[in-house]
Nanobody
């Protein structure tokens, strides 16, 4: 099994930056793709970014492309999400998830962290 814990969320002004980290445990972590998803109150869970097991392939939602960067360090068993030029509409609970492939559909991921709150004020 894979256990995931997110950190790095907080309150930031529009235009600011945050770096989220997803710390993983378990011997099979290196074989998993990891995705970041977010969910605002009353809204569906939304794909943000994903990365394959080796870090050679990344995919982003159009809404964050050019502003967010996903990366992983398998030696440290972490996946980060660097968020720049934040907008109020980025406000959500951000969760990381591990799955078989770097897909955009949250239903295709098997393990989830608890999530971390990101709030962007205008």
């Amino acid at each position: 099994q894979v256990q995931l814990v997110e950190s790095g969320g907080g309150l930031v002004q529009a235009g600011g930056s945050l770096r989220l980290s997803c710390a993983a445990s378990g011997p099979t972590f290196r074989t998993y793709a990891v995705g970041w998803f977010r969910q605002a109150p009353g809204q569906e869970r939304e794909f943000v970014a994903t990365i394959n097991y080796s870090g050679t392939n990344t995919y982003y939602a159009d809404s964050v492309s050019g502003r967010f960067t996903i990366s992983r360090d398998n030696a440290k068993a972490t996946v980060d999400l660097q968020m720049n030029s934040l907008k109020p509409e980025d406000t959500a609970v951000y969760s990381c998830a591990a799955g078989l492939a770097p897909r955009r559909d949250y239903r295709l991921y098997d393990y989830w962290g608890q999530g971390t709150q990101v709030t962007v004020s205008a």
